[in-house]
């Protein structure tokens, strides 16, 4: 019933339940409504952790691949070129060239993060 409501974004009014008893009746209401209120809490605080600036670069890390184009487009029937492998040569190389810096980049960062948990550590 909670997929429904929350995955198909059914209304209420458009779900039928059908249970023996007012009791049972009584009890899925109670379980639907606690299911309902833990998925708010957390989507509350999936909002608060991304709003919050300071968890930026752990939930969206700068990390960034470039692949180049390979050509497996299967929409284009031509044939490449001479011309069309030494542009594929060229951006590959510039892809590696790019994906090496990053890399340096994210390597750099982190051992900058180290240094200065470590100079915290020292100075606690």
Known sequence: MLRLLIEARRAPEQIIATTFTRAAAA???QRIHDRLVEF?????WVN?????????DNLY???????????DNKNNKDKPTSNDSSIESN??????EFNQDIDHD???????????RAQVKKSA
Do not use: C, F, W
């Not at 708010?40 to 509350?44: H, R, S, T």
């Not at 951006?91 to 590696?96: G, L, M, N, R, V």
């Open 40 to 44: 708010y809490q957390l989507l509350q």
């Open 91 to 96: 951006a590959k190389t510039e892809a590696d």
């Open 48 to 56: 608060n952790l991304s709003a919050d600036t300071k968890n930026k």
């Open 61 to 71: 890390p700068n990390i960034l691949q470039v692949l180049p184009d390979r050509g």
């Open 27 to 29: 009890e899925m209401r």
């Open 106 to 116: 994210h390597k750099h960062a982190q051992q900058v993060a180290r240094e200065k």
